[in-house]
Structure formats: C-alpha cells, structure tokens
T-cell receptor, first 114, second 111 residues
C-alpha cells in the first residue's frame, strides 16, 4: 500500500518570503506521479504542480517549485514570494502510473502573514 | 464555467434518510471519482469509475453506492445516512494526463 506523510500540520510565512512544505511517501512502485493540491477557504481543490517520477528535472510553475528526491521518497513544495492568496491547506498526493487511485497526505495549513 | 460541478453544495439531512449527491463534468474525461474529506484525515477514496460499465470500490465504500449514468455523470448515494457520514464530499475526473480535476465539494451534515 502507498502512504503519503505530511509532517507539518501548520506553517506560517511572512508575505514575500519563501516557504517549503514537506512531503514523504512510501511505495514499491518505480513509475508514478506526485502532485501538490491547494485548498483555499473556498474549499475548492486546485492543482498546484505535478511531477512524473521518471523525470529527474524538478517541476516548476511560476512561484511554485518542487524538490523531488526519488531515492529518499521526498517531494517538497517551495513557494517563493509568498502572497496572501497562498493562504490555504496544501495536500501532497501520490498516484501509481499503472493505477488510478490517488493517495493523499493529511495536509499542511499554510498562513501567509501580511 | 466550471469543468466539474457538484450538486447540492450544502445539504443537511436526518439519520436514516436517503441522499444522492450528483457530479457532472464537461472535460470529456473517462474516469471519475468520489472522495470524502474529514478534518485531519485528508481525502479518502470512496468509489471510482473508469467508464460507464466499470465501477470500483475505494478505501471506504461501506455505506455508499454509486451510479455512472453517462460518461459525464457520476452520482453518489447514501442509502441510509448516519451522523458519521457528515463530511465534505468531492467529485473528480481524470483524462489522458491522469491529473484529477476536482469539483467544488458538497458539505453534508447528517443530524
């Protein structure tokens, strides 16, 4: 079975600063996807970034980037130049390439302080 | 317009009542999912469907049933609601990229 662990239930960051959210996962699969989703107070689940395990290059989407360490089974999210609109719950998720089930972590609540 | 829609957005019901939550997607995706979100537990998979004739149980399917009426529609039913089914319910769809796109969620309260 796959497990996804987010060890930081809550974090805060000053506006314009950089913050890193941690995620580790456990799997015996070699081919899979990793995702970060954002859930603001509106409760909508919004895709932030996606990483394919076979790609060594870390994914980047504007101010969001990941540090994917396959051997360590680590997938952290870095948010640069934090904005008030980044305040949300962030979920890390894993999906086997051969399957279609997502496995979610328990989330990290991020607050951006003005 | 939203690509994945859910109705209702909020629902309060009583123990023992039958409830149906509906989901529609306009993305042309073949795969659809129902999740439940509880505080501190993240999202857990209830049921998923790869196409109209394919329904699969997820991690927590007991007490729930689903129907895939068409490629674009996937409904979740609680035959006899109980208070511990109070939660936020999400529908999602996925296509060729395997990325799941979520609806806005339905907040269900069972009294």
């Amino acid at each position: 079975a796959q497990t996804v662990t987010q060890s930081q239930p809550e974090m805060s960051v000053q506006e314009a600063e950089t913050v890193t959210l941690s995620c580790t996962y456990d799997t015996s699969e070699s081919n899979y996807y990793l995702f970060w989703y954002k859930q603001p107070p509106s409760r909508q689940m919004i895709l932030v970034i996606r990483q394919e395990a076979y790609k060594q290059q870390n994914a980047t989407e504007n101010r969001f980037s990941v540090n994917f360490q396959k051997a360590a089974k680590s997938f952290s999210l870095k948010i640069s130049d934090s904005q008030l609109g980044d305040t949300a719950m962030y979920f890390c998720a894993f999906m086997k390439r051969s399957g279609n089930q997502f496995y979610f972590g328990t989330g990290t609540s991020l607050t951006v302080i003005p | 317009d939203a690509d994945v829609t859910q109705t209702p957005r909020n629902r309060i019901t009583k123990t023992g009542k039958r409830i149906m939550l509906e989901c529609s997607q306009t993305k042309g995706h073949d795969r659809m999912y129902w999740y439940r979100q509880d505080p501190g537990l993240g999202l857990r998979l209830i049921y998923y469907s790869f196409d109209v004739k394919d329904i699969n149980k997820g991690e927590i399917s007991d007490g729930y049933s689903v129907s895939r009426q068409a490629q674009a529609k996937f409904s979740l039913s609680l035959e006899s609601a109980i208070p511990n089914q109070t939660a936020l319910y999400f529908c999602a769809s996925a296509g060729g990229t395997d990325t799941q796109y979520f609806g806005p969620g339905t907040r269900l309260t069972v009294l």
